[in-house]
């Protein structure tokens, strides 16, 4: 009875160091944002705090550009995702409630765009961007991010929907419901807990991602929040409270989101692993 | 912070066996719809087919042309066949950079595979306090690597937080400036990616465990199998398919692992942590050189390739 009792307090120990060793420099960082400069250079990074500075957000916020960083990630994030879920789910309703022509091909193609190293797309897709007159503008960055992620989408949705029982399909075209309707009114409804995993994901990964942004735009008034930290580090260098400040900020809206949907986007991880 | 419990494993792991059920039992061909699609169905496919092919396909296809060109983006591009290739066997950043990418492939790959199943198997039974745990190891998972970066930037100054642990558990002599020295640069780079990959890991490794069935090691318990020969004979076959799912997430991140490196170092100090992404965005936009940067981007490419066919291999046994 005692062994039990002692492996149950040695799990709980091992659990914590574990879980405080990997908090750690989050906390750290986050001491580190409210601290002035003068305290962190006077006592070191590690130091306790002698100092309360909330202005390093601000000048990280106004100053360091990160409110117009937040206001470009929205306008790219927000429209993306949508899209990315309509245009997913479309593709993926088709592909599994009806008998399209090459139906299996079209899907492995689009996944395997998905899959291809953006590295391979990079030059062509600045140039097509000059070819439209669409270079430097959060437009073609929308629409880099949709084409990019479409295929993984479509793929886990497809799969999703081929769960649905097709009688229910058919009950609703007997009625007279028209192709649209079975999308919209049946299928859609039904395929929500995917479409809630996928959209948490896909914000992430769009909020999060640096290489298409750097590539497509060069206005740094445009740059969305993951190359405005960059150029943020580049004007405070050595002001390690200002940069923490920026990191926090540009970590606050993928943990809400997180947070928000923690369940869906465990679950959002796991859709996406082809066994 | 409430985060990651049991249930919320559940519909992920149940998903994948359902859609196998069903598709088993009913035969894909089937009743699905009316024979025939209308234009609209086929417009569904086709508007999303259209979107994919102006921003990745026809790209895909110009980009392994632009590789076999001469092109610095003011005069028009000049066809030069392999050479860009050929190039590439004499340019020593090139095999630093492959070099490199070996190195964070095996380190980085190896130890997200190793220390994600290590910390689903040790956070893997449902008790008290256990979402918790998970969620402090998940939580990085959600930043974005620039973040991440930068966050270890200040970690890992000269009296920042890695020093400074270090000195507290005695090993002072070993502190260093881990950035600024390209014998470290590269290694310093792998711990915050790792640091953010290992939460993701841990959480397919939960779900793939979660759907072992429990008959099996209380089968082994009556043979009298010791942990550890429960582990080799009964936890790692039934791990096999997520680990062919874990080793191409693996591979595939690490071949586009740039931002990490791209934030802290730009490759440098003397491409001493120059991976093969940061040299193909250094080649093609610092110093547009487009064409040798296209061609990088195939090297890339032809490295993932094997992934990229076994990924799309289980995908259509799946997808059946």
């Keep these: ?275 | 912070m409430t985060v990651a419990s049991t249930n919320s494993v559940t519909p992920t792991n149940a998903r994948p066996v359902a859609s196998r059920a069903t598709g088993r039992g009913r035969g894909p061909k089937r009743s699905w719809g009316p024979g025939r699609p209308s234009p609209l169905v086929l417009a569904f496919v086709l508007v999303p087919l259209l979107v994919e092919s102006v921003s990745v396909f026809w790209p895909a296809v110009q980009g392994f042309y632009i590789s076999l060109t001469n092109w610095n983006g003011v005069n028009p591009p000049s066809f030069a066949g392999f050479g860009n290739y050929s190039k590439m066997f004499g340019d020593p950043v090139f095999r630093k950079a492959l070099e490199d990418t070996a190195i964070w492939l095996v380190l980085f790959g190896g130890l997200s595979a190793a220390g994600g199943l290590g910390c689903a198997l040790f956070l893997q039974r449902e008790r008290r306090g256990i979402a918790v745990y998970r969620a402090a190891l998940f939580l990085p998972v959600v930043f974005s690597l620039t973040a991440t970066a930068l966050m270890w930037q200040t970690l890992y100054q000269p009296n920042g937080m890695v020093n400074g642990l270090l000195s507290s558990i005695g090993l002072g002599g070993w502190q260093h400036a881990w950035l600024a020295d390209s014998s470290t640069a590269l290694y310093a780079q792998i711990v915050p990616a790792l640091w953010r990959e290992i939460g993701y890991v841990m959480v397919l490794y939960l779900a793939g465990l979660k759907g072992i069935d429990p008959a099996l090691y209380e089968a082994a318990k009556v043979d009298g199998a010791s942990a550890w020969q429960q582990f080799r004979n009964v936890t790692l076959p039934q791990l096999r398919s997520v680990n062919a799912v874990v080793l191409s997430v693996i591979i595939i991140d690490s071949l586009r692992s740039f931002d990490v490196v791209w934030a802290l170092t730009q490759g440098g100090p003397y491409n001493s942590s120059q991976l093969l992404s940061t040299y193909m965005y250094q080649t093609a936009f610092v110093n547009t050189d487009f064409g040798y940067g296209c061609a990088l981007a195939v090297a890339i490419f032809v490295l993932a390739f094997g992934v990229i066919v076994s990924y799309l291999v289980r995908a259509f046994k799946e997808s059946d």
């Design chain 1, 1 to 275: 009875m005692s062994t039990k009792r002692l492996r149950t307090i040695g799990f709980h120990t091992g659990a914590s160091v574990l879980s405080l060793l990997w908090f750690l420099p989050i906390a750290l960082i986050l001491v580190i944002s409210f601290r002035s400069t003068d305290d962190v250079l006077g006592n070191g990074l590690n130091a306790l705090p002698h100092s309360f500075a909330p202005g390093n957000y601000s000048a990280a916020w106004s100053g360091g550009g990160m409110q117009q960083a937040l206001i470009n990630s929205a306008i790219v994030a927000v429209p993306a995702v949508l899209l990315t879920l309509l245009l997913g789910s479309m593709a993926a309703f088709a592909l599994s409630r009806y008998r399209i022509p090459f139906r299996r091909t079209l899907i492995l193609l689009m996944l395997g765009g998905n899959l291809l190293p953006p590295q391979i797309l990079l030059v062509p897709v600045a140039k097509l961007s000059q070819v439209f007159g669409l270079y430097d503008s959060l437009a073609t960055l929308i629409v880099v991010e949709i084409g990019f992620g479409l295929g993984f989408y479509v793929f886990v949705l497809q799969g999703f929907m081929r769960t649905i029982p097709g009688e229910i399909q058919q009950a609703a075209l007997l009625d007279g419901a028209s192709a649209w309707q079975v999308y919209f009114r049946i299928v859609l409804p039904l395929t929500r807990p995917a479409l809630a995993a996928l959209g948490a994901l896909a914000f992430t990964w769009i909020f999060n991602d640096l290489l298409w942004p750097i590539t497509v735009l060069i206005t740094q008034s445009k740059m969305p929040v993951t190359p405005a930290l960059l150029s943020l580090q580049g004007q405070f260098v050595s002001y390690w409270n200002v940069i923490a400040a920026g990191s926090v900020i540009a970590a606050i809206p993928t943990v809400a989101v997180f947070l928000r949907f923690q369940k869906h986007f465990i679950a959002g991880l796991n859709l996406g692993a082809v066994k």
